[in-house]
Nanobody, 123 residues
Framework: QVQLVESGGGLVQAGGSLSVSCVAS????????MGWFRQVQGKEREFVAL????????IYNVALNGRATISKDDAKSTLYLQMNNVSPEDTAIYFC????????????????WGQGTQVTVSS
């Protein structure tokens, strides 16, 4: 029903910014909270940001210290994530997710996932 395809990963210089995108099919943008997660090698998947359905509220992982910005383009069915002042600790596979907002965790439950895109931050 929903397919998510991430792109934009690659090598980023420390101190710069990263930008990844997610093209969604199906009803992702009309029936789901959309968000981003990341998984650092050797660590569990971590919530990054979400754009809540249906009100469009943006929720961020406070641990990112305001460095992330989530946005979307409904006409292109594309979700975006930008992060500035990146460091090697931001090196991870970034996953796009469609799912449900979780008020208890201020995060989301992913029901659909993309395959991820690798972002590597050089020091």
């Amino acid at each position: 029903q929903v397919q998510l395809v991430e792109s934009g990963g690659g090598l980023v210089q420390a101190g710069g910014s990263l930008s990844v995108s997610c093209v969604a099919s199906g009803r992702a943008f009309t029936q789901h909270t959309m968000g981003w997660f990341r998984q650092v090698q050797g660590k569990e998947r971590e919530f990054v940001a979400l754009l809540r359905w249906p009100d469009g509220r943006k929720i961020y992982n406070v641990a990112l210290n305001g460095r992330a910005t989530i946005s979307k383009d409904d006409a292109k069915s594309t979700l975006y994530l930008q992060m500035n002042n990146v460091s090697p600790e931001d090196t991870a596979i970034y996953f796009c997710a469609a799912g449900r907002y979780s008020s208890s965790t201020m995060s989301m439950v992913g029901d659909y996932w993309g395959q991820g895109t690798q972002v590597t931050v050089s020091s």
